[in-house]
C-alpha cells in the first residue's frame, strides 16, 4: 500500500502535468479543468498548492520550467570558451533557444505573463 507522502507527491506531480497539458491545450486555465485532467478531486490542488497561483508557481520554480545553466553550457558543446566573446554568446543563445523549444508549456506560460497575478509574476522573475 503506498504512503500517504508518496500518495501525496504522486497527486502533486500529476496536477503539475495536468497544468503542462492545459498551458498547451486549453485558452483559459481553471482549477476544475487541470484536477479533472489529474483525475483528482479539486480540493487536493487547493490542500497542496493553495490554488491555481500557487500551482503555476511551483511549475515556475520547478526543473521543468527553464533549462539550467549547466544544461545551457553542455548543449553549447565543446571548445565553446575557445571561440570569441560574441561567437560564444550566441552559441549560448542557440542552445538556450533549442531547449526552450522542448519545453512548450514553458513558453505557453511566458506568452501568458501578462494575465498573471501580481504574485506569480514576483515568482518568475525571482526564480533562481
Request: net charge positive.
Amino acid at each position: 500500500m503506498a504512503t500517504k507522502a508518496s500518495q501525496k507527491a504522486r497527486t502533486m506531480q500529476a496536477l503539475l502535468q495536468a497544468l503542462q497539458a492545459e498551458l498547451l491545450e486549453s485558452g483559459r486555465l481553471t482549477v476544475e479543468a487541470i484536477a479533472q485532467r489529474a483525475s483528482v478531486n479539486k480540493a487536493l490542488l487547493y490542500r497542496y498548492f493553495g490554488g491555481l497561483d500557487g500551482l503555476v508557481i511551483a511549475f515556475a520554480s520547478s526543473e521543468e520550467f527553464m533549462p539550467s545553466a549547466a544544461t545551457v553550457l553542455k548543449q553549447c558543446g565543446d571548445g565553446w570558451l575557445k571561440l570569441k566573446p560574441r561567437e560564444r554568446l550566441l552559441r549560448c543563445v542557440q542552445a538556450y533557444v533549442h531547449l526552450l523549444a522542448a519545453r512548450p508549456a514553458t513558453i505557453q506560460l511566458l506568452q501568458r505573463m501578462p494575465t498573471f497575478s501580481d504574485e506569480i509574476l514576483a515568482a518568475l522573475s525571482d526564480r533562481k
